[in-house]
């Protein structure tokens, strides 16, 4: 059977808890809203198939538990991820500066190259809004991500975030591999010029079969 | 309308039987536990599971030793942190039962209660959010002050470690269960392992809650009759069940090529795959097997002693101290007698 996409990513969660995570996720994936859920416990995925400059690109989305002993088990698949949502509640101030907790414990978890977003969610609730768009933005600035306010049970910006993410982390893996390609290339002009001193190069096969 | 009858008078035998239990309790603990082990695999009548589970589990001791305790813990204040998010919870569990439908009606309150207690009960360990689903399940049972002895005991003494702050001991029963799953159900251990699918992505929703998020509601209620009277290996049977039942043919593996789909399967399992009478049946028959396989996986992490413990911690990035480890190996080893 053929693949049905070019690439596969994985994407993760983080936030505190009650901040919408699951709903994010489950309105992403299933185009759902449920006023009846329940807590995360432990950690799930979800996958879905985008299509994202003409590229098939399959995203395997983590939602974690929020709640901060869990972390000694959701730690452990930070590693496995090549971008990160970070979640807040704008109608919970708490869960917004605990973002940077969040933040600082991906640096510290994870080793690799990660794109990352911010997201505010639940922006509909303008009566029990304590985070302004302003203050959400300013913080994105100063991490250098990019900002989305959502909301999952009005359904705005939900697969905006989750798309852009999706791109992002796309762009970077291209600008990888072109990197990666480029020092292929140099590194094959140097084997070229090896090859001037020496006779054969066993494993550049179109030299090696000239009969 | 005749074998209802004696569907009736079966219960009502049954209730009987329960009811001189209780009278004479500690005799019937002390010299016929097997008994008493076997009248619990057949299921509890609902009329009287509150009582027994709480008898089962010593809690009722408990309430009577320390009278005006929970009133007590009650009049405290609690720490912010904890009540928190044990508030953000209330509303996020068993949403669709009559209970705890209702935003601050008296089963979120009563949750509420005996959540927050238990921080003050236990400052060190304070609130962990597999506690509110298991909370619940009491509280459907029986009232607040009961429903919170039978937490501590389920917390102390059932499930030791499960729900303190570092969740070291769930996170080293993952890798028991997994090391017993091999012994018990090699098909079902490769195919995981093939998909990288750790023990604790599936494991650790269904041991925390004891089953309560993960099977049909007439299981869950049998799978805690047994709980209460035999401990954590049911947990652990009750895992290779429906490991073995999900995973176990090459029929039903066919269908879960991939990570994505074997999760799925996993994490919700579908209720008419899963018949009581069959489970309990099952559940009982592992017996011995997975106490040796329990003691194996012990003897090897002893006999290797402290080297292959560090290791353990090292490899698997827990937060364990040697101490700790042991001490949860030493309880393991006694998984079933």
């Known amino acids: ?211 | 309308s005749e074998r209802l009858e004696v569907r009736v008078e079966v219960a009502r035998q049954r209730e009987m039987k329960w009811i001189d239990m209780f009278c004479h309790w500690d005799k019937w603990v002390k010299h016929r536990f097997q008994k008493v082990k076997l009248r619990c695999r057949k299921g509890i009548p609902s009329s009287l599971r509150a009582r027994a589970w709480q008898l089962l589990s010593n809690s009722e001791e408990l309430l009577r030793d320390n009278p005006g305790k929970f009133e007590e813990l009650e009049r405290e204040q609690g720490e912010a942190k904890w009540l928190d998010i044990i508030e953000k919870d209330l509303h996020r569990q068993f949403p669709f039962h009559e209970m705890f439908a209702a935003r601050g009606g008296h089963g979120q309150q009563d949750l509420y209660r005996i959540l927050k207690a238990y921080t003050i009960y236990r400052p060190d360990e304070g609130y962990c959010q597999a506690q509110a689903p298991v909370a619940a399940v009491l509280l459907m049972h029986m009232p607040a002050e009961q429903a919170f002895w039978c937490l501590v005991q389920i917390c102390e003494k059932y499930l030791p470690g499960y729900y303190s702050a570092g969740l070291e001991a769930i996170q080293l029963d993952g890798e028991i269960f997994f090391s017993v799953l091999r012994r018990t159900c090699p098909m079902a251990y490769r195919h995981l392992k093939k998909f990288k699918i750790d023990p604790i992505l599936y494991m650790t929703e269904w041991f925390m809650c004891i089953f309560s998020r993960t099977l049909p509601w007439s299981c869950v209620l049998r799978v805690w009759d047994m709980f209460f009277c035999e401990g954590v290996k049911i947990v652990f049977r009750v895992g290779l069940v429906l490991l073995k039942q999900m995973l176990g043919s090459v029929d039903k593996l066919r269908e879960l090529q991939g990570m994505y789909e074997t999760m799925e399967r996993l994490r919700n399992i579908s209720p008419d795959t899963i018949r009581e009478d069959i489970l309990v049946q099952e559940v009982s028959a592992y017996g011995g097997r997975v106490h040796k396989a329990c003691f194996c996986f012990y003897l090897e992490t002893r006999v290797i002693s402290h080297f292959i413990l560090l290791w353990l911690i090292l490899l698997s990035s827990l937060p364990l101290s040697v101490s700790t480890l042991s001490d949860v190996l030493l309880s393991r080893s006694s998984l079933s007698q």
């Open chain 1, 1 to 211: 059977m053929a693949k049905q996409y070019d690439f596969l990513f994985r994407l993760l969660m983080l936030g505190d808890s009650g901040v919408g995570k699951t709903c994010m996720l489950r309105r992403f994936t299933e185009s759902d809203f449920d006023t009846t859920h329940i807590s995360t416990i432990g950690i799930d995925f979800k996958m879905k198939t985008l299509e994202v400059d003409g590229t098939k690109v399959r995203v395997q989305i983590w939602d974690t538990a929020g709640q901060e002993r869990y972390q000694t088990i959701t730690k452990q698949y930070y590693r496995r991820a090549q971008g990160v949502i970070f979640v807040y509640d704008v109608t919970d101030k708490l869960s917004f500066k605990h973002i940077a907790k969040w933040v600082s414990d991906v640096d510290e978890y994870t080793t690799q190259k990660m794109e990352t977003i911010l997201v505010g969610n639940k922006c509909d609730d303008s009566l029990r809004r304590e985070v302004s768009k302003n203050q959400g933005t300013k913080l994105a600035g100063s991490y250098g991500m990019e900002f989305f306010e959502t909301s999952a049970s009005k359904n705005i910006n939900i697969s905006e975030s989750f798309e852009r993410l999706t791109e992002l982390v796309l762009q970077a893996h291209k600008r990888d591999v072109d990197n990666l390609l480029g020092s292929l290339d140099s590194y094959l002009d140097k084997a070229d010029l090896e090859e001037d001193k020496e006779s054969t190069v066993p494993h550049l096969p179109q030299r090696s079969c000239a009969c």
